[in-house]
């Protein structure tokens, strides 16, 4: 997908991972063409029997109307300029809520700022992970020495990683000067990052043994089949209830450390080059008050210990205490949601990650639903929409509404947001304006529909309060 200039797949559907993580990088997809039979043996493809395709052929698609068109058509870019650009400037003055975005890339950043984004609500790290060969072979050298608790091999990949994160991290800094950036610590499980059992994961254990400096467990043979073993023992049977978010930092804290120190180095280097940072570190998939305290122990350790360094000299410490990192949570487990009075006694903010809540709260697979049986609810009248795209107000909502109310009550000035998809659906950025959340964030393609959004219904609330004044008049 990181290679791809676009998206088309035969399964999956609107909301599918695939789906979000093509929006937020800004790249056209189309998921669940269910007339589309890819065969990797000819390496083909046909659409409902009819068109051919063959590997290495043009085909353009269009995100937003599903069409999908042979041989390569003329594109350009959107632009937000002339009376679009002033009418977009009456919507600003209208809204309430701000509109932040959802991206993982200095060149995103930019595309978000230039459509009116106001600083970044979510940026998914694991995403970073995989923009080379080179991080992506660092990232499975830190899981073996992990799961072969090699200590000097774990921190070797580790520090290779922070050092590409940190240089993403001062991009986005620079990309965003002024704005304010919330960092997601990792979220996925581990064996998203390695192939699957078969002979990918054997030639993946011989490369990962030759690079180590001794090789662990005594004999090359004993050692290949312990970690081919512990790699394949990663694989879950639910993965995302399984070893994710803050678990995998509470599991493995030196990754939370490693991510940590990459954002507040970033932030400190930045900052001395004259960039104004402000850093928000987000805690994901947090349920139990424990679970966050934890976390945030690891993150305010490694803060404390580069902030006081005796190796940083005095302008070093002065940058250092001129820069407000704040640290908060995300609200995508139910349970999250319910005791959010306990997590406001921690959080500086509460991001709802309307996605995870979603799927948590329905019982409903976000990879599945739409490609199994959405459409026969939808069709049956059972949903009235497809609530992976538009809020289910009446229950995950209400969810939304009790993580505000109990999470202000501890804290009355706690800043709350959501950051799932539904931040760029009208429908729900009305309901999320009248919880009174304060921003909204989404892709960088969708913040000028945010933006008008958040204008409309704020416009709705103020006329909708002016009636009710009159009629107690």
Same mark, same amino acid.
């Given at each position: 997908? %990181?290679?791809?200039?676009?998206?088309?797949?035969?399964?999956?559907?609107?909301?599918?991972?695939?789906?979000?993580?093509?929006?937020?990088?800004?790249?056209?997809?189309?998921?669940?063409?269910?007339?589309?039979?890819?065969?990797?043996?000819?390496?083909?493809?046909?659409?409902?029997?009819?068109?051919?395709?063959?590997?290495?052929?043009?085909?353009?698609?269009?995100?937003?109307?599903?069409?999908?068109?042979?041989?390569?058509?003329?594109?350009?870019?959107?632009?937000?300029?002339?009376?679009?650009?002033?009418?977009?400037?009456?919507?600003?003055?209208?809204?309430?809520?701000?509109?932040?975005?959802?991206?993982?890339?200095?060149?995103?950043?930019?595309?978000? !700022?230039?459509?009116?984004?106001?600083?970044?609500?979510?940026?998914?790290?694991?995403?970073?992970?995989?923009?080379?060969?080179?991080?992506?072979?660092?990232?499975?050298?830190?899981?073996?020495?992990?799961?072969?608790?090699?200590?000097?091999?774990?921190?070797?990949?580790?520090?290779?990683?922070?050092?590409?994160?940190?240089?993403?991290?001062?991009?986005?800094?620079?990309?965003?000067?002024?704005?304010?950036?919330?960092?997601?610590?990792?979220?996925?499980?581990? %064996?998203?990052?390695?192939?699957?059992?078969?002979?990918?994961?054997?030639?993946?254990?011989?490369?990962?043994?030759?690079?180590?400096?001794?090789?662990?467990?005594?004999?090359?043979? !004993?050692?290949?089949?312990?970690?081919?073993?512990?790699?394949?023992?990663?694989?879950?049977?639910?993965?995302?209830?399984?070893?994710?978010?803050?678990?995998?930092?509470?599991?493995?804290?030196?990754?939370?450390?490693?991510?940590?120190?990459?954002?507040?180095?970033?932030?400190?280097?930045?900052?001395?080059?004259?960039?104004?940072?402000?850093?928000?570190?987000?805690?994901?998939?947090?349920?139990?008050?424990?679970?966050?305290? %934890?976390?945030?122990?690891?993150? !305010?350790?490694?803060?404390?210990?580069?902030?006081?360094?005796?190796?940083?000299?005095?302008?070093?410490?002065?940058?250092?205490?001129?820069?407000?990192?704040?640290?908060?949570?995300?609200?995508?487990?139910?349970?999250?949601?319910?005791?959010?009075?306990?997590?406001?006694?921690?959080?500086?903010?509460?991001?709802?990650?309307?996605?995870?809540?979603?799927?948590?709260?329905?019982?409903?697979?976000?990879?599945?639903?739409?490609?199994?049986?959405?459409?026969?609810?939808?069709?049956?009248?059972?949903?009235?929409?497809?609530?992976?795209?538009?809020?289910?107000?009446?229950?995950?909502?209400?969810?939304?509404?009790?993580?505000?109310?109990?999470?202000?009550?501890?804290?009355?000035?706690?800043?709350?947001?959501?950051?799932?998809?539904?931040?760029?659906?009208?429908?729900?950025? %009305?309901?999320?304006?009248?919880?009174?959340?304060?921003?909204?964030?989404?892709?960088?393609?969708?913040?000028?529909?945010?933006?008008?959004?958040?204008?409309?219904?704020?416009?709705?609330?103020?006329?909708?309060?002016?009636?009710?004044?009159?009629?107690?008049?």
């Amino acid at each position: 997908m %990181h290679a791809a200039e676009g998206i088309f797949t035969s399964r999956g559907g609107m909301t599918s991972h695939a789906a979000v993580v093509a929006r937020g990088w800004g790249k056209p997809c189309i998921c669940g063409c269910e007339k589309l039979d890819v065969c990797y043996e000819t390496k083909t493809a046909t659409v409902g029997g009819k068109l051919e395709l063959r590997e290495g052929d043009f085909i353009s698609i269009n995100g937003t109307t599903g069409e999908v068109l042979k041989g390569e058509q003329p594109t350009k870019k959107p632009e937000v300029s002339g009376q679009l650009a002033e009418f977009m400037s009456w919507a600003d003055a209208a809204r309430r809520m701000r509109v932040l975005t959802n991206c993982d890339t200095p060149k995103d950043a930019l595309v978000a !700022r230039q459509n009116g984004a106001e600083g970044i609500g979510l940026v998914r790290t694991e995403h970073m992970f995989f923009a080379s060969p080179e991080r992506i072979a660092a990232v499975r050298k830190m899981i073996a020495a992990e799961e072969l608790h090699s200590a000097d091999e774990s921190a070797e990949a580790l520090e290779v990683l922070k050092n590409f994160q940190k240089e993403d991290f001062k991009g986005i800094f620079r990309a965003m000067d002024g704005l304010e950036v919330t960092i997601r610590l990792l979220d996925p499980p581990l %064996h998203e990052f390695l192939p699957k059992e078969g002979p990918e994961l054997t030639q993946l254990c011989d490369e990962l043994l030759k690079s180590y400096h001794a090789k662990p467990a005594g004999q090359h043979l !004993r050692a290949h089949k312990l970690l081919r073993r512990k790699l394949g023992a990663l694989n879950e049977v639910n993965p995302m209830m399984g070893l994710r978010g803050c678990r995998l930092g509470i599991v493995h804290p030196d990754i939370t450390a490693m991510q940590a120190a990459a954002i507040i180095e970033a932030a400190i280097e930045t900052h001395s080059e004259g960039v104004a940072v402000f850093p928000h570190i987000m805690v994901p998939l947090v349920g139990f008050e424990e679970e966050l305290v %934890h976390q945030l122990d690891v993150v !305010r350790g490694v803060a404390e210990r580069i902030f006081h360094s005796s190796n940083n000299n005095d302008s070093d410490n002065q940058t250092a205490s001129e820069i407000d990192i704040k640290v908060g949570t995300m609200i995508e487990v139910p349970r999250g949601a319910l005791r959010a009075g306990d997590l406001a006694r921690h959080a500086e903010f509460f991001s709802v990650g309307s996605n995870d809540l979603t799927q948590m709260t329905l019982g409903f697979s976000r990879d599945d639903a739409e490609a199994k049986f959405m459409s026969a609810y939808l069709a049956s009248g059972i949903l009235p929409h497809d609530p992976f795209e538009s809020l289910d107000t009446s229950g995950v909502g209400e969810l939304i509404q009790l993580a505000v109310s109990r999470g202000r009550r501890v804290r009355p000035d706690l800043k709350i947001g959501i950051c799932g998809e539904h931040g760029g659906d009208p429908q729900s950025i %009305h309901f999320v304006n009248a919880c009174g959340l304060d921003y909204v964030s989404c892709s960088p393609l969708r913040v000028p529909v945010a933006r008008l959004a958040a204008a409309q219904a704020q416009i709705l609330a103020n006329r909708s309060a002016d009636d009710a004044d009159h009629c107690q008049d």
